[in-house]
């Protein structure tokens, strides 16, 4: 457990607004991660981040911006939200182990959003 | 590219029965990993088990073991003796070499119903 908070945890806004989402680690990851869930897609990853300032897109990255300026917070930014970013917001965390295949991501607990 | 399949949508299992859950990979990388996360109506994601591909045993975490056939591209999650708190999603990721990271591809994850 990396001690990964969100918020805000619920979030209704309007077509066009910009949005951001916080994520806070305890633990001192490396590696920071932003997904979405969505019903029949699994988990799909929008943005990620390997350290303080150093982040790169993920397979859903249009339509968002990441901030990373301290270790602890990895901030997600919709610039401009729309209908179709309703979904669920998981961030996780990765200690970031050399060879680390098999270093475990802890997510956090989730930031239900709704554009109207 | 990295994909993940888990064919059942939804499974039933009655109490205290064992039940398996599918999932295939599909990868070209030699060194990977394969998890399993289980994410319960709350909605937070829980880590369950981890297998390495050059792991030669079977990983187990208690009532949680995954049955992993490297031929088959197969890492199946077998859970015994079922509880009524184990009805949740289950979600199989894969982790691989990223930019940067170790990255997942998740699966699209079994519903799985404990019946009393």
């Known amino acids: 457990d990396a001690g990964i908070t969100q918020s805000p945890r619920h979030k209704v806004t309007e077509t066009g607004t910009p949005v951001t989402l916080r994520c806070h680690q305890t633990?001192?990851?490396?590696?920071m991660y932003w997904y979405r869930q969505d019903p029949g897609h699994g988990l799909r990853l929008i943005h990620y981040?390997?350290?303080?300032?150093?982040?790169d897109k993920g397979e859903v990255s249009d339509g968002y911006s990441v901030s990373r300026s301290k270790t602890e917070d990895f901030l997600l930014t919709l610039e401009s939200a729309t209908s179709s970013q309703t979904s669920v917001y998981f961030c996780a965390a990765q200690r970031g182990l050399a060879g680390g295949l098999g270093d475990t991501q802890y997510f956090g607990p989730g930031t239900r959003l709704t554009v109207l | 590219a990295q994909k993940i399949t888990q064919t059942q949508p939804g499974m039933f299992v009655q109490e205290k029965e064992a039940v398996t859950l599918d999932c295939t990979y599909d990868?070209?990388?030699?060194?990977?990993?394969l998890f399993w996360y289980k994410q319960p109506s709350s909605g937070e994601m829980i880590f369950l088990i981890y297998?390495?591909?050059?792991?030669?045993q079977n990983a187990t975490e208690g009532r949680y073991s995954l049955n992993f056939q490297k031929a088959r591209k197969s890492a199946n999650l077998v859970i015994s003796a079922s509880q009524l708190g184990d009805s949740a999603m289950y979600f199989c990721?894969?982790?691989?070499?990223?930019?940067?990271?170790?990255?997942?591809?998740f699966g699209k994850g079994t519903k799985l119903s404990v019946i009393p």
């Open positions: 297998q390495g591909s050059y792991d030669e």
């Open positions: 981040s390997y350290g303080v300032k150093d982040t």
């Open positions: 633990e001192n990851h490396r590696y």
């Open positions: 990868t070209s990388d030699q060194s990977y990993g």
């Open positions: 990721a894969m982790s691989f070499v990223g930019a940067g990271s170790y990255q997942l591809t």
